[in-house]
Structures are given as structure tokens and as C-alpha cells.
């Protein structure tokens, strides 16, 4: 033992004229020296080192993954002394000695946020598997253990890649891998592969943080073998299966974002590179995995603090699910969904050629990557040609995935199904049938709500639509009405949904399904007005009729607005609604004096409207004999708030703080109808309508 510390760095600890920063940069140098398994995180800003980890899957089994491990106070300690001997200076018989002693966990903790650690090697990622990556212009893999070109570390023991594969063989291994799935049709075929190609592929892409689609594993029955295809990339680049919880479940709490939101951070800090989520049911509604699809950067707070972390977005999402689960049309569009159909009786009874595929793909890890490699060095040699079908949602994955596969004629996973096909987004099932139906009756014809209900009740053969609501229910019928809105200016079998909003009330707006197709747009943010202030040309669409407006401003004194008594310029609620912002000046004033003076300085102190806003609410409310202005502006106040007050402001009131209401319940306490709540669907940035309730943002 004694030699062992002889041999070793001695190093002094901070104290007696020895600052903390000195020892930081010392054993930081030393470290480095050594090649310790230590490496820094830029974007994080912390220590950390690459391990074998433990996670437990959905059925309680533990599987090892090599990851990050960030290095905390009392794990440097211990790798101080593993590659140096810490000591301090004491005078024993005035004599000057070396005694041992440990760093204590108070000083390791300022030495872990010393500068000096940004010299260790950067590191992003953990290679288990060599992939290809275009590095100037040609094709590369990462070295073994850590390589700077890539900020990356791969696996000393990782499998190794035969180049001379050729791309027959290549099919046959992914015929032999995928051969004895039930797909349903040969899209799905395409799509396992497009799967399994995805993460090999990473390197390909602009950035290994490129967005790339969810993977959707759908199985009409049990025992159809879709968690066993979807471990399968995992299975080849790892070399182990895990699975992870449902995401959404029958349960209430079925689609906990907050607990996936917690557990994306903890994933992305620790290196995982793909998440398999088995057998969602009820409704696949989850913000946090939505976002996931579309975000590049993953921003969060780490757990147990205030720290805001950046994080690549590297993951790969899938997940299975059995037919009868639905989704959002949101999360739909971002899948590639990968069906299975077993039609026969017993699913136990099936006989396998090879039965024990999981091990078979472990064991031949190496030739199975080498012939995704074929497939990519054909495509590479052939001039790296692009996917030849867009997909909006992910462009860079369309062109390079899409390009390899169809390059090697493994069809297009570009390809979209019929969104009606598609038994998860049942609200666009349901409406594509839903504009069928009302064109066959009345093409081209404007027809208000409460006819397309009766047109709906008549026909037995459509009951199956919009099962979930009510019609015979009043938060049925405007639930309906909030979901009819919104496929405003959709098309559907080339069928497209148009609406006339010429009446006031909502309940009187109409409804048309025509075939005619909808004239070019150009849109401007800009009110239409170009830079002479004239209409914009190329805009030919017919303008509505506007109601002519009363003009007030000329009638009140416009020397006070210039003297400030209005300040325009501060708006808090600008973006609050016509309606609630005048039940508020209706409020105000019924607490005020029955004579104001000055009223807007007053009302802007106390309702945050600005001049625009005030000066329509009291045109609006002196045409309604609410109130009267003079021309010195006062404000007399002629009617009580209670003999005013309508359904629809009571409604405002009842929402103004923040709860959400059941729209049953809402109607009954306010006495509205269905057209009186029908306003909430117009003001979306105020109001979060979902079926059945609605609460105020």
C-alpha cells in the first residue's frame, strides 16, 4: 500500500496559503495527464463520466446501458485519491510533515465549479455501435473510445463493420429480421426498416439533433409482436431491449406530462438515444411528447434546482399500441405507423423459423449493422440522391432516409396514408365523412348549425360520427359547434368547409361545403396595404361588408388624450376580449361616483384599457343606453349592471378566474344557451376550449 501512494501524485490541499483555484487547476491538469474517464459537457457545464447504468423496465427487469454520470462532490473525492494522494502540511516536533488527508466534500464542491474544467475533453454522445458519418466529404466512422472530430465516445468492445456486404445480402438479413412480422400491408414493411435505418443513419443527417418522426408500432390484437419489433433497432444498436411505460393510459392520470417532461430531461442528460414507449391505450394526448417531435433543443430545469439546461434533441421516439386507442391529429402527422394484422385465433400457436429472433440480433449485432452500411455506401456512391417525397414536418429526414431507401428499393416511408385509414385520428375520420354527407344534401348551399344537426339526427347510417358527444345535450351541441370552427377552410374528399360570418350572432352564422376551389392567397401581416398604401393586388378574394362605425373620438375632448391623460402606449390587456374588457368598465363604474370626471384616466387605472379599446366600449355602451357621456366627459352612468348584464358577460366573470368549467355546468349557472357560449370559439388566444369544458388562459 505504501508503495502504491509512493508511486502516485502527491498533491497539497487548499489552505494555509493555498488557494482553492490553484488546487483546481493542478488536479485538473493531472487528470488529464492520467486520461481519466472524466469529460465536460459545454452545454450542460458539468463533469461527467461514461458508465454502465441501470434502469428498470415496464416489467421490473434491470437492463444496463452505458451512460453519462455527472460527477457530484463526494464521487470527486474519490477519484482525487484514486489518481493522487491528497495531503496537508503539519509541524510536528518543528519539523514540517506530510499528513494524508481526504478533500472534504465543501471544498470539492467549489473545486467542481472552477474554469479549468472546460479543458478536459468536450464530449456530447455515446456511440454503442460504429455509424457511418459524412465528415468532408466522405464517409467515416467514429474511433473507438473518445474521438474529438465528434465530440463522441464509442464503445471499445463495439461490433465491427464488414465493408464488403453486398446490398442482396443486405435485403436478405432484413428479410430474415423482419420476414415473419404480420404487417398489414407493405407501407409497413417500409417503415420497420425506415425504423431501424433511422438511428443508424444519425450521422447522415445535418445534425445529429435533426428532427426526425415518431415510430408508431399499431397491432389489432394482443400477442401481435409489436413491442418486439419496436426493441429491435435498440436491440441492434445496444445490444439490449428496453422498454419503457406506457405514455398514455385508460387511466385518469394517463397522460402525465409532467412526469415525461421530468423524465426526457433525465433521459437526454444521461445519454439514452431512443425511447420505446409499450402498449398506450385511450387517447395518445401528450403536449410535452408532441413538442418532443418538433424541438431541436430541449430546454428544462434540472430537478432540485434553478438551473436551466439546453439539451440536444437526439432521441428517437416510438411507441405500440393495440386498434382502438386515438390520438390527437397533431401527433398523428409527425408518426410513421408501422401496422400489424393477425387473423388467427390462437397467437401462442404460431410457428417461427426463427423463434428466438431477440437472440439471434444480438448475436449478430456485427453483420446486421454492416448491411444497413451497404445499403448507405450504395446510396453514398450513387451521389447521396434525395427522397423523392416531401414531408413537411421533417424535410432533412424525408431527404436522406427516404433517399437511401428508395435508392435501394426498399420503398418510400415518405408516403402518407389516407388520413380516414387512419383509425387513431378519429376526429378527422369522422369529419371527412361528416363533409361528405352534408355536400351530397346540400352542395354549395349555406346552411346554419342547427341544420347540419338535423341533417346529421335524420341519417341512422351516420350514428357511428362523433359518437363522443351529445347531441341531444346543450354542451354537446356546442362542443360540436367549437370543432365545426375549426375545420374552417379544410378540405376533405376536395370537399372545402367555408362559413359566412355576416350575422352578429354566432348562432346565425352559416355553413357551406363546396367543391369550388378557394381562391390564391397572398397573406400580409400588414393589414393588406403595401407600400403605397394601396390594396394588395394580388389578394382577390371578396372583402366582407363592414358595419359602418359611429366615430366617438371626435366627440370627446381630444386636448385631454394629448395632454396624456390617456397613455396609449401602456396596455396590459391588450389582448383580453371586446366583451370582458367592457364588463370590467361596467364594474368600475357601478363602484364609482355616479359622476366621473376624467373618466378614461380613471378607467385605464383601474381596467388597464387602453384609448382604442375604451373609446369602442363607451361608443358601444352610450348606443345601448348604458350610459352618457357629455362634452365634458363625464359619465353618467343610466342603467344598473345588473339590468344590463348579458349571459355572455356572466360568463366572462365566471371565467375570469383562471378555473377550469364544465360547460354543462357553466350554462346552467349563467342561464346561457348554446349561442351565447359559442363566443369562446372566436377568442382561442383567450379562451383553452376542449370538449366538454373551457377555462381562460
Known amino acids: 500500500m505504501n508503495a502504491l501512494i509512493t508511486c502516485k501524485f502527491h498533491i497539497l490541499l487548499p489552505g494555509n496559503n493555498r488557494l482553492i483555484s490553484n488546487f483546481a487547476r493542478e488536479s485538473c491538469t493531472n487528470l488529464k495527464k ?51 494522494v491528497p495531503y496537508i502540511n503539519v509541524f ?27 479543458e478536459l475533453r468536450n464530449i456530447q454522445r455515446i456511440f454503442t455501435a460504429p455509424i457511418p ?20 465516445w464509442l464503445l471499445p468492445e463495439a461490433p465491427e463493420i464488414d465493408e464488403s456486404i453486398t446490398i442482396k445480402k443486405a435485403k436478405e438479413i432484413l428479410k430474415k429480421i423482419y420476414g415473419e412480422f404480420c404487417f398489414k400491408n407493405k407501407q409497413s414493411y417500409t417503415n420497420a426498416i425506415s425504423h431501424l435505418l433511422t438511428e443508424f443513419c444519425m450521422g447522415l443527417l445535418p445534425h445529429f439533433n435533426t428532427l426526425k418522426p415518431i415510430f408508431l ?22 445490444g439490449v431491449a428496453i422498454q419503457d ?5 385508460d387511466s385518469k392520470f394517463g397522460n402525465h406530462t409532467e412526469e415525461l417532461r421530468k423524465k426526457i430531461t433525465t433521459m437526454l442528460l444521461n445519454g439514452r438515444r431512443r425511447l420505446h414507449s409499450s402498449n398506450n391505450r385511450g387517447c395518445i394526448k401528450n403536449e410535452v411528447l408532441e413538442a418532443l417531435a418538433t424541438l431541436n433543443v430541449w430546454s428544462d430545469r434540472l430537478l432540485g434546482g434553478n438551473k436551466l439546461v439546453n439539451l440536444d434533441n437526439e432521441l428517437i421516439i416510438s411507441l405500440s399500441a393495440n386498434v382502438g386507442y386515438t390520438a390527437t391529429p397533431d401527433f398523428i402527422n409527425r408518426t410513421r405507423i408501422i401496422r400489424l394484422h393477425l387473423d388467427i385465433e390462437d397467437p401462442n400457436k404460431r410457428k417461427f423459423k426463427n423463434p428466438n429472433l431477440h437472440e439471434w440480433i444480438k448475436n449478430n449485432r456485427s453483420l446486421i449493422l454492416s448491411c444497413l452500411f451497404a445499403l448507405v455506401k450504395n446510396w453514398f456512391n450513387e451521389g447521396m440522391p434525395k427522397g423523392k417525397t416531401l414531408f413537411t414536418s421533417f424535410p432533412e429526414w424525408a431527404e436522406v432516409i427516404g433517399g437511401i431507401m428508395v435508392c435501394n428499393d426498399l420503398g418510400d416511408p415518405c408516403v402518407s396514408e389516407d388520413t380516414h385509414l387512419i383509425s387513431a385520428d378519429r376526429e378527422s375520420s369522422d369529419m371527412k365523412e361528416f363533409f361528405e354527407l352534408v355536400y351530397s344534401e346540400y352542395p354549395d348551399v349555406y346552411q346554419v348549425k342547427s341544420k347540419l344537426l338535423e341533417l346529421l339526427n335524420d341519417n341512422s347510417d351516420y350514428n357511428h360520427l362523433f359518437s363522443y358527444l351529445d347531441f341531444n345535450s346543450r354542451s354537446g351541441s356546442t362542443t360540436f359547434a367549437f370543432l365545426l370552427k375549426k375545420y374552417i377552410g379544410r378540405v376533405f374528399s ?64 381630444e386636448n385631454k388624450i394629448n395632454k396624456g391623460i390617456v397613455n396609449v402606449a401602456n396596455v396590459d390587456n391588450v389582448a383580453l376580449s371586446k366583451d370582458h374588457l367592457q364588463t370590467k368598465v361596467l364594474e368600475t363604474l357601478t363602484m364609482l361616483p355616479q359622476l366621473v370626471r376624467d373618466v378614461a384616466d380613471v378607467l385605464k387605472e383601474k381596467t388597464g384599457c387602453s384609448h382604442q379599446q375604451f373609446m369602442e366600449i363607451l361608443e358601444n355602451l352610450d348606443h345601448e343606453g348604458v350610459i352618457s357621456v357629455d362634452e365634458d366627459r363625464n359619465v353618467f352612468l343610466i342603467k344598473k349592471l345588473s339590468e344590463k348584464i348579458t349571459p355572455k358577460q356572466k360568463i366572462i366573470q365566471i371565467l375570469s378566474d383562471n378555473k377550469k368549467q364544465h360547460i354543462e355546468t357553466l350554462l346552467e349557472e349563467t342561464g346561457a344557451t348554446n349561442q351565447d357560449v359559442e363566443f369562446l370559439i372566436d377568442e382561442r388566444d383567450i379562451f383553452e376550449i376542449k370538449p366538454g369544458w373551457v377555462k381562460k388562459l
Open 133 to 152: 458519418i459524412i465528415n468532408n466529404g466522405s464517409l467515416t466512422f467514429p474511433k473507438k473510445g473518445y474521438d474529438g472530430r465528434f465530440s463522441s
Open 34 to 84: 492520467k486520461e481519466a474517464n472524466l469529460y465536460y459537457k459545454p452545454r450542460e457545464r458539468e463533469i461527467v463520466e461514461i458508465t454502465k447504468c441501470t434502469i428498470k423496465d415496464k416489467n421490473g427487469k434491470k437492463k444496463e446501458y452505458f451512460g453519462f454520470i455527472v460527477i457530484n462532490p463526494t464521487r470527486f473525492v474519490n477519484i482525487i485519491e484514486v489518481y493522487m
Open 92 to 118: 510536528i516536533n518543528n519539523k514540517l510533515t506530510k499528513v494524508l488527508k481526504s478533500l472534504s466534500q465543501s471544498i470539492a464542491k467549489v473545486t467542481l465549479e472552477n474554469d479549468c474544467w472546460k
Open 245 to 249: 411505460v406506457a405514455i398514455s393510459t
Open 494 to 557: 376536395g370537399i372545402r368547409l367555408d362559413i359566412d360570418r355576416t350575422k352578429k350572432q354566432s348562432r346565425n352564422h352559416k355553413f357551406c361545403f363546396t367543391k369550388t376551389p378557394a381562391p390564391e392567397k397572398n397573406v400580409d401581416i400588414f393589414d393588406n396595404v403595401q407600400n403605397n398604401g394601396e390594396k394588395n393586388v394580388c389578394d382577390n378574394r371578396e372583402q366582407p361588408i363592414q358595419p359602418k362605425q359611429r366615430s366617438y373620438t371626435s366627440e370627446l375632448n
Open 217 to 238: 408500432w399499431e397491432a389489432n390484437r394482443e400477442r401481435s409482436g409489436k413491442d418486439f419489433g419496436g426493441v429491435i433497432p435498440g436491440l441492434v444498436m445496444e
